[in-house]
T-cell receptor
Framework: GAGVSQSPRYKVTKRGQDVALRCDPI?????LYWYRQALGQGPEFLTY????????KSGLPNDRFSAERPEGSISTLTIQRTEQRDSAMYRC????????????FGEGSRLTVL | QQQVKQSPQSLIVQKGGISIINCAYE??????FPWYQQFPGKGPALLIA?????SEKKEGRFTISFNKSAKQFSLHIMDSQPGDSATYFC?????????????FGKGTKLSVKP
């Protein structure tokens, strides 16, 4: 398929470890977004990129969270020194238009911090 | 502060009935209002969207009604089908329709009984 691909689909880690979540957007999509979705809640905005430039990171909870998209395609969301409260579904989305139009979401990466 | 308030949290409708989900917002700068549909285990997918220059938009069995003065918008699903059973999220964004920061409601779980 040509959808948004995220890996790993499931990640279990111990508190204090660093994790990296990967997103491969739909080919040709210029904007890429990261959201976090708690169980039974709507997606919560974290950050987004236009091409390789990070446009808005106001949703990142604290400085343990960072994201990059160095070549304007694949993106990595990194969480350092994980805490139990970081446990959630992390969703990536991409859009063909620049920060506009339909968002295509991936199936997410389920993070569990023990 | 929850910027987009969605109700009800859950909804049960008989097959053939009308499903109505409501959302309210505070920020008058919002100018793009999409609805996303999410099936279990999948990412949200765009269902229908509206901009505040129109009061209603219809696509097949799905209609968005928008009341700018009341800062409310709603999704109506006509002739509801069991296949419509999913979680529905309203959302809003600002900045000339830019979706850089899309704010989601908490979602409504719809069950359509055969």
């Amino acid at each position: 398929g040509a959808g948004v691909s995220q890996s790993p689909r499931y990640k279990v880690t111990k508190r204090g470890q660093d994790v990296a979540l990967r997103c491969d957007p739909i080919s040709g999509h210029v904007s890429l977004y990261w959201y976090r979705q708690a169980l039974g809640q709507g997606p919560e905005f974290l950050t987004y990129f236009n091409y390789e430039a990070q446009q808005d990171k106001s949703g990142l909870p604290n400085d343990r969270f960072s994201a990059e998209r160095p070549e304007g395609s694949i993106s990595t969301l990194t969480i350092q020194r994980t805490e139990q409260r970081d446990s959630a579904m992390y969703r990536c989305a991409s859009s063909l238009l620049l920060a506009a139009g339909e968002l295509f979401f991936g199936e997410g990466s389920r993070l569990t911090v023990l | 502060q929850q910027q987009v308030k969605q109700s009800p949290q859950s909804l049960i409708v008989q097959k053939g009935g009308i499903s109505i989900i409501n959302c309210a917002y505070e920020n008058t700068a919002f100018d793009y209002f999409p609805w996303y549909q999410q099936f279990p285990g999948k990412g949200p997918a765009l269902l229908i969207a509206i901009r505040p220059d129109v009061s209603e938009k219809k696509e097949g069995r799905f209609t968005i009604s928008f009341n700018k003065s009341a800062k409310q918008f709603s999704l109506h699903i006509m002739d509801s089908q069991p296949g419509d059973s999913a979680t529905y999220f309203c959302a809003a964004s600002r900045g000339g329709g830019s979706q850089g920061n899309l704010i989601f409601g908490k979602g409504t779980k719809l069950s359509v009984k055969p």
